[in-house]
C-alpha cells in the first residue's frame, strides 16, 4: 500500500507564509481558514522546518496578520501556529525572538484575551497553554492575570473556549514539576459558594475544572482534586435540573473512575449514585 507524501516543501510554506495576511475577509468559509493552519501544523514536522522560519523571519510576516484591520480569522491563524512554533522541540529561537524583538505579538495576545471573537479568544488561550512551559513565560501570564482569566473563561459561553480553558488549567496546576496550589484553591473558592446561589453557568465551570483535575496524569493532581470537589459532594449536581450541569457532574464521575487507583474509588462512587438515587426516590 503506498503511503501518500505529505512533506510540505519549505518554497510551498513561506509562499503561504507571505500569502496569509492577504487572504481575503470576504471568505464565508471558515475552514478555510483551518485547513491552512492544518497545512502550516504540518510543516513543523518537516526536518530544520523551525531553521527555515528564522531565516524567513517568518514572526514579522506573521505580525502583519495582527493589526488592528486584520480578519480576526487569519489573526486566530497566525497566533495559533505562533505557539505551536513555540511548543516544538526546537522551538526555542521562535520564543526568544518573541520576548525580544517581537514583544507587539505577545502584547497582542495579553490584548485580545477578551476579545469579543470566540475565536480570538480560543487561540489566546491556545498560545497561553503552549507558551507555559517555555522559560520566562511570566513576562506573558503576568499581565493578563492568568488566574482571572481561565476563571473567566471557564464561564465562557462558548463550548470550545471553556474546553481550551480546562487545558490550559491542566498545564497551569502542574508546572516545574510541583503543584501550583493557587490554581486549585481558585476552583475550590468557585465550589465554596452555596449550591443554591451558584447560576447554571458557575456551576458547569466549577465542575468543568474539577474534571480536569480528576482526569490530570499526575497522581498528586488527582489526590488534590478531591480536596476541591469530594465525590461525595456531587450529589446535587447529578441531579439538577440543567441537563448541562448533569451532563457536566458525569464527566467528573467518569474521570475519577478512570484515573481510580483503587476499588475503593469506584465504590465511593456507586455508593454515592445509590445513595442519590434512594433521596431522589424518596422526594414528594
Known amino acids: 500500500m503506498l503511503v501518500p507524501n505529505t512533506?510540505?516543501?519549505?518554497?510551498?510554506?513561506?509562499?503561504?507564509?507571505?500569502?496569509?495576511?492577504?487572504m481575503s475577509d470576504k471568505i464565508v468559509d471558515d475552514t478555510r481558514h483551518e485547513k491552512v493552519l492544518s497545512y502550516m501544523q504540518l510543516f513543523l514536522a518537516t526536518p530544520g522546518a523551525i531553521k527555515h522560519l528564522v531565516d524567513w523571519e517568518a514572526i514579522g510576516l506573521l505580525d502583519r496578520c495582527l493589526q488592528p484591520t486584520s480578519d480576526h480569522r487569519i489573526s486566530s491563524v497566525a497566533v495559533r501556529f505562533l505557539g505551536d512554533c513555540?511548543?516544538?522541540t526546537d522551538g526555542a529561537p521562535i520564543w526568544a525572538a518573541l520576548c525580544s524583538e517581537h514583544q507587539r505579538v505577545l502584547r497582542w495576545v495579553a490584548e485580545n484575551a477578551d476579545s469579543p471573537h470566540a475565536l480570538v479568544r480560543f487561540s489566546?488561550?491556545?498560545?497561553?497553554?503552549q507558551a507555559a512551559c517555555t522559560q520566562g513565560v511570566d513576562?506573558?501570564?503576568?499581565?493578563?492575570?492568568?488566574?482571572?482569566?481561565?476563571?473567566?473563561?471557564?464561564?465562557?459561553?462558548?463550548?470550545?473556549v471553556v474546553a481550551e480553558a480546562c487545558r490550559l488549567l491542566s498545564t497551569m496546576c502542574y508546572r516545574r514539576q510541583r503543584i501550583q496550589t493557587e490554581w486549585f484553591a481558585m476552583v475550590q473558592k468557585m465550589g465554596a459558594r452555596a449550591y443554591?446561589?451558584?447560576?447554571?453557568?458557575?456551576?458547569?465551570?466549577?465542575?468543568?475544572?474539577?474534571?480536569?483535575?480528576?482526569?490530570?496524569?499526575?497522581?498528586?493532581v488527582r489526590e488534590q482534586a478531591a480536596e476541591v470537589l469530594?465525590?461525595?459532594?456531587?450529589?446535587?449536581?447529578?441531579?439538577?435540573?440543567?441537563?448541562?450541569?448533569?451532563?457536566?457532574?458525569?464527566?467528573?464521575?467518569?474521570?475519577?473512575?478512570?484515573?481510580?487507583?483503587?476499588?475503593d474509588c469506584v465504590m465511593q462512587v456507586l455508593g454515592l449514585l445509590r445513595r442519590q438515587g434512594h433521596e431522589c426516590a424518596d422526594r414528594p
Not at 489566546?124 to 497553554?129: A, S, T
Open 86 to 88: 513555540v511548543a516544538a
Open 196 to 220: 443554591n446561589a451558584q447560576s447554571s453557568a458557575h456551576k458547569e465551570a466549577v465542575l468543568a475544572a474539577t474534571a480536569t483535575f480528576y482526569a490530570h496524569e499526575q497522581k498528586n
Open 7 to 22: 512533506a510540505i516543501s519549505p518554497d510551498a510554506m513561506l509562499g503561504v507564509l507571505q500569502q496569509l495576511p492577504q
Open 124 to 129: 489566546c488561550l491556545y498560545f497561553l497553554r
Open 230 to 263: 469530594p465525590l461525595d459532594k456531587l450529589g446535587p449536581y447529578l441531579f439538577d435540573c440543567d441537563r448541562l450541569v448533569r451532563d457536566h457532574a458525569l464527566d467528573v464521575l467518569e474521570a475519577a473512575v478512570r484515573t481510580a487507583a483503587s476499588v
Open 139 to 160: 513576562r506573558i501570564m503576568d499581565p493578563v492575570d492568568s488566574r482571572m482569566l481561565v476563571l473567566r473563561r471557564l464561564l465562557d459561553a462558548s463550548y470550545f
